[in-house]
């Protein structure tokens, strides 16, 4: 049973710091930038917050936060784990919040020096003894210690069983960083790429190639919840929640779920996907554009097949039809993704999702955006949300 | 490193032993008086013997001697060491080791034997071989192996004046950083253990003990792996396990290429594996061409220390054979 928060909460503002290879400051620095240029961008005042969600994995107390900004009394905060999982989840907690009144404008934030400070491809180690210690300890002695290498073992066995070949992992990796090259804020900007240049690069864990993974960044992203009473007042138009979502499936690891019958899917998106659909009451015929979560190329394909894009297997001939460009079925990551904008943990996405059904995108598609979906990192116990323009 | 890949690289490197490093050759110069003189001065020898011409024609042997310690100095190659020299198969040895992770040097210990004496204008020949390779070794500066040279000295005439046997210890350096490097050779000294903590040190023991348990309620007798405190099925927390036969079927793999984490042997293949006995494993597929490893491969696994800390699980092609 999923409880219906459908148009209860409205996203008001959204901001982002400069993404770079070595921010050169803290992380709280980027945190309070990010969210400061959030609170711009909405009309507000740092005081108007009074709920915080993040991840599990920022280094950003929400209380450090609220001090440096000048934010006051909070009487909301909460944390998502499971790394990129948790980027819809943080919209989910806000959205929570603010329907039930546990808060009136909660702001999702993000920061991390993910290049210049830690960086996930330097693999997972530990001596700690806690369950999730424990649970790398099953991967740590055979080398299988990287994010590149867990979904490796995903996309080896999906692309065995579907038939789907490299040819649909480029075409992603590729439509994904032309729109990179047309923004100004994306690490792309400006570059050509080609296959042959995607055919040449190292191979990272195979299949996987340099192309197919994102870009490790510092830099920070937020976005501001409010009620649709309140949103009604300020500066945007609002982008309202029609339905958000978080699931861990049966038998789930944490990019690890290889004990499953079958372990080359991702069953929590498809069961996400159904709550959205229900709580919105929309279809996937409804959703105009999306910003599917892209830490690596082929969990795009997977995703668009738990939201019933197109059938499973079949996402390979989806793309390759020219379903994520600009003109096509479902313009995806018109930011450049993470594959090419930058890897802020997916809440970069739902800061493109929120401009893309405000008709501000860098790539913004022909057609009316009406509804836009977002989707949090899949492995993991994970999410999506489609936003809506507010009535 | 596998065992297999160990007993490898020892025939590689105990090959070099009997091998010729340099065969007889005359030192460039003669023994001289000039040599003698600025190397006693450095070394502060005030023997007269050495340096006293008129003390020594009076002495018993009618004429000064060079230092006996001298005898390797005479065939030194002098200037041309920095300019690059031909390998030789010490070179070639040392690089071998170099390759496998043995780049720490240590000169331990150097033994001279004095049979004959030589004089000014008397020649020095030199000949060195590869003499021994020692088993491999735990020392304080990490894993390692001794080998010594055996360097033989003969005078213009042929007549033996000295030997000198030359011991040093190639080893894995202990201390490595700790961040990942883009070195495609880089090799350090063990991998990232499991923590062991209640719920799996049992299992991880019985792996340092050679054997693969998966995990089985007592109650249902469902097997589950990796190991938890409940029965996800029936909630009984009484549990025992059985051993694995470790016959496996490969449902997934992926070699890892980037980046090259210190402590772990490149190529290096990752898979997920269904054992016979039905539950599945993550574990190494070795003994094959990364390239062979194949979805529905069938494999055989063996617990093997894979470095000085490291007893896990690897899996073979079941059709080499191998036995657990």
């Known amino acids: 049973m999923v409880a219906n928060v459908k148009d209860k909460a409205v996203i008001v503002g959204i901001g982002n710091t400069k993404f770079s290879k070595e921010s050169g400051v803290s992380e709280l620095s980027l945190a309070v930038q990010a969210v400061k240029a959030a609170i711009d961008d909405a009309g507000l005042k740092p005081s108007d917050i009074d709920g915080m969600a993040t991840f599990t994995m920022d280094t950003n107390d929400e209380i450090e936060v609220a001090r440096a900004l000048g934010v006051g009394e909070l009487t909301f905060y909460g944390r998502s784990h499971y790394g990129g999982g948790a980027a819809t989840s943080c919209l989910h907690q806000a959205t929570m919040a603010v329907a039930t009144g546990m808060a009136e404008t909660v702001v999702v934030y993000r920061a991390l020096n993910g290049r210049s400070g830690h960086r996930f491809s330097g693999g997972v180690a530990g001596d700690i003894t806690t369950a999730d210690a424990i649970h790398w300890g099953w991967y740590m002695p055979y080398g299988l210690l990287t994010p590149a290498s867990w979904v490796a073992m995903f996309t080896e066995r999906w692309m065995h069983n579907t038939g789907v070949t490299k040819d649909a992992l480029f075409e992603v990796a590729h439509s994904t960083r032309v729109y990179g090259a047309n923004n100004p804020a994306a690490f792309f900007y400006g570059r050509s790429f080609d296959r042959a240049e995607y055919d040449a690069a190292r191979t990272i864990a195979s299949p996987l190639q340099l192309f197919d993974c994102c870009q490790e960044s510092d830099g920070g992203s937020a976005v501001i919840v409010t009620t649709p009473e309140r949103a009604r007042d300020l500066k945007q138009p609002g982008v309202s929640v029609r339905g958000v979502a978080q699931c861990a499936a049966d038998n789930q690891e944490q990019m690890t779920s290889f004990y499953r019958e079958e372990f080359a899917g991702i069953p929590e998106m498809e069961r996400a996907a159904e709550n959205v659909y229900a709580m919105s009451g929309l279809t996937v015929d409804d959703i105009d554009a999306a910003v599917i979560y892209d830490a690596f190329s082929p969990i795009v394909l997977w995703q668009l097949e738990a939201w019933g894009f197109c059938g499973n297997g079949e996402s390979g001939d989806f793309v390759l039809d020219g379903a994520l460009r600009t003109d096509g079925r479902l313009p995806t990551n018109t930011h450049g993704g993470q594959l090419s904008e930058a890897y802020i943990h997916g809440v970069n996405g739902i800061v493109e999702a929120t401009r893309l059904v405000r008709g501000t995108s860098v790539n913004q598609p022909a057609k009316d955006v009406n509804h836009a979906l977002v989707t949090s990192g899949v492995g993991i116990p994970t999410g999506g949300a489609i936003l809506g323009k507010m009535n | ?324």
């Open chain 2, 1 to 324: 490193m596998t065992a297999n890949e160990l007993n490898a690289f020892e025939d590689e490197i105990n090959a070099f032993v009997g091998r010729e490093v340099c065969p007889p050759t005359p030192a460039k110069d003669d023994v001289n008086t000039a040599m003698i003189r600025q190397w006693t001065e450095i070394i502060g020898d005030t023997n007269p013997a050495y340096t006293n011409e008129a003390w020594a024609a009076k002495s018993t042997r009618g004429k000064s001697i060079a230092p006996p310690a001298m005898m390797y100095v005479w065939g030194q190659e002098g200037f041309a060491v920095t300019t690059g020299r031909p390998a030789d198969a010490q070179a070639d040895l040392v690089s071998l080791f170099n390759k496998h992770g043995y780049t720490g040097v240590l000169g331990t210990n150097v033994k001279q034997e004095y049979f004959k004496e030589v004089s000014p204008n008397d020649n020095v020949v030199m000949e060195m071989v590869i003499d021994n390779i020692s088993e491999r070794k735990t020392t304080g500066r990490g894993p390692g192996y001794f080998f010594e040279t055996l360097s033989t000295f003969t005078n213009q005439h042929g007549e033996k004046i000295g030997t000198q046997r030359f011991k040093v210890l190639k080893f894995i350096p202990q201390e490595q950083p700790a961040a990942p490097a883009a070195e495609d050779t880089l090799q350090v000294p063990t991998r990232i253990a499991s923590p062991r903590g209640h719920d799996n040190k049992w299992w991880w023991d019985a792996c340092d003990a050679g054997k693969v348990l998966i995990q089985r309620c007592k109650s249902c007798q469902t097997l589950r792996h990796p190991p938890r405190p409940m029965c996800g099925e029936c909630q009984s927390m009484e549990w025992d396990s059985i051993e694995s036969t470790l016959d496996g079927e490969v449902l997934s793999h992926t070699e890892l290429h980037h980046p090259k984490i210190p402590g772990y042997q490149y190529p290096l293949v990752c898979a997920v594996i269904r054992l016979g006995e039905g539950t599945n494993i993550v574990s190494n597929v070795v003994g094959c061409d990364p390239s062979a490893v194949h979805i529905g491969m069938q494999v055989k696994g063996k617990v093997e220390q894979v470095d000085e800390k490291t007893m896990l699980p690897q899996f073979y092609p079941a059709s080499s054979g191998i036995r657990s």
